[in-house]
C-alpha cells in the first residue's frame, strides 16, 4: 500500500514513520503547512523536516510556499472553529496530492501529538478518504511521544512550542504572562 504521510514537522514523524514501517506500511512525508506562524518558524520546521527525512531515509515532498494567506483565509472569524479548519486544510491537500500520485492511502503525524483532536482528525480524514477514494490510515501515535521527543533532541532538532498558528502562538504568551512571566 502506497501511503502519503502529512507530516507537520520533524520531531513529530519520528514515531510515526517508524510505527508504520513496523507494520509493513512505507511512506512519503508530505510537508504541507500553511498554518505555521511567523516565517521564520516555517523556515525552521522545514529545515527540521528535512533533517528527520534524511535521517530516517524517508523520501519527502515539501511544499516550500509559506501559504499564510491561504490559511488566514480559512480561519479568519471562526478562531473558535480554527483546528478544524486547519485540519481540514492541512488534510484536504494530502488526500489531493495522494490522489494526484496514485497513492491508495493517507495519514499525518498530527496524531502523534497529544495536544491534537485526535476524533475531529479522524473524522475528516474519513470523510476526505470517501471523497477522493482513498483510505485513511487512523493510527494513535502518541504512546510514542517521549521516545520521539528523545530521539529528535538527541539530533539536535529543531522542537517548536507550539503548534504553529499565530493563535496558538498569542495562547502561549498570554499563558506566560498570567503566570507573571515574560513574553
Known amino acids: 500500500m502506497k501511503l502519503l504521510l502529512h507530516c507537520c514537522c520533524g520531531p513529530c514523524s519520528f514515531y510515526p514513520v517508524k510505527a508504520l514501517r ?3 506500511l512505507e511512506a512519503v ?3 504541507y503547512n500553511p498554518n505555521i506562524h511567523p516565517f521564520r518558524e516555517f523556515r525552521r ?20 510556499n ?5 490559511y488566514l483565509r480559512r480561519v479568519i472569524f471562526q478562531e473558535e472553529q480554527r483546528c478544524w479548519a486547519c485540519y481540514l486544510l492541512r488534510l484536504e491537500a494530502t488526500a489531493q496530492k495522494a490522489k494526484e500520485l496514485r497513492f491508495s492511502a493517507f495519514s499525518t503525524t498530527l496524531l502523534y501529538s497529544r495536544y491534537q483532536r485526535h476524533n475531529l482528525i479522524q473524522r475528516i480524514g474519513q470523510d476526505l478518504a470517501y471523497r477522493y477514494g482513498l483510505t485513511f490510515i487512523y493510527r494513535d501515535f502518541r504512546q510514542g511521544w517521549p521516545a520521539g521527543q528523545r530521539q529528535a533532541r538527541k539530533m539536535g ?3 517548536q512550542s507550539y503548534c504553529g498558528c499565530i493563535f496558538s502562538e498569542q495562547e502561549r504568551y498570554d499563558k506566560k504572562l498570567k503566570k507573571g512571566g515574560q513574553a
Open 22 to 24: 513496523e507494520e509493513g
Open 29 to 31: 512525508a508530505y510537508f
Open 45 to 64: 520546521r522545514l529545515q527540521a523536516m528535512r533533517q528527520m527525512a534524511e535521517e530516517l531515509k524517508l523520501s519527502l515532498i515539501a511544499e516550500t
Open 66 to 70: 509559506y501559504g499564510l494567506r491561504e
Open 157 to 159: 532538532i529543531y522542537l
